[in-house]
């Protein structure tokens, strides 16, 4: 879920499974009721995460396509959409766009980071990545930007690094096998399989995770 960064309060909503839609609905909505906004595309394909650059791009990654969906800002109805990373991305986890309007998209499947720059199309080569067994990187689902440009990552899974149930942060800029700056695991903070992970206008670190579902609040 994310909300538009404008004045329009729609919150948009990935719909995976069978309905392959993004919905956007009134800020404040509540009960039975129709959405403002309906995206079909034959790109959609169990989408699953989604960002918005600040121009209104928005970006999908769908759950079992490689490529990530891109649509133009105010899009609505039955819209083509274009492709970024096809040859680049195995199956992408998660997708984040920064107040520059870079584009950062996990990968699932070779557990890495892409950055691409801003206003990226097409099947071109990012600028750069995050890879390797210093990163800790294990079946990345969710990313996001926080307001000093850091990257935060949640690790789904063991994956074959053994380096799951966290969620870690990387300065901004990083690039290649480095480190983490920052990484929050351990029993005492019932992170088991994180899925997504957000922060909020306070850099508040917001996660959901399974195995028991949960939302976890962690501080700045």
């Known amino acids: 879920v994310r909300t538009m960064p404008d004045t329009t309060k729609i919150i948009y909503v990935a719909s995976p499974t069978y309905r392959q839609k993004i919905l956007g609905f009134k800020l404040g909505s509540t009960g039975n009721v129709k959405p403002v906004v309906t995206i079909t595309s034959t790109g959609l394909y169990d989408p699953e995460f989604l960002a918005f650059a600040p121009s209104g791009k928005l970006y999908v990654a769908n759950g079992t396509y490689g490529p990530v969906q891109v649509y133009p800002a105010g899009a609505h109805g039955s819209e083509s959409g274009e492709e970024l990373g096809g040859s680049t991305i195995h199956r992408a986890g998660g997708v984040a766009v920064d107040a520059f309007g870079q584009i950062y998209v996990s ?97 508040r670190i917001i996660t959901t995770g399974k195995n028991p579902n949960s939302v976890l609040i962690f501080a700045a």
């Open 107 to 203: 990968d699932y499947l070779s557990s890495e980071i892409y950055v691409w720059k801003k206003d990226a199309v097409g099947n071109v080569s990012p600028i750069r990545t995050i890879s390797g067994s210093n990163t800790f990187l294990s079946e990345p689902k969710g990313i996001a930007c926080d307001s000093h440009g850091n990257l935060w990552v949640a690790n789904s899974g063991n994956g074959s690094l053994g380096y799951g149930d966290l969620i870690v942060e990387f300065a901004k800029g990083a690039n290649g096998n480095v480190a983490p700056i920052t990484a929050i695991g351990g029993n005492r903070t019932s992170l088991k399989n994180p899925y997504n992970v957000h922060v909020d206008p306070t850099d």
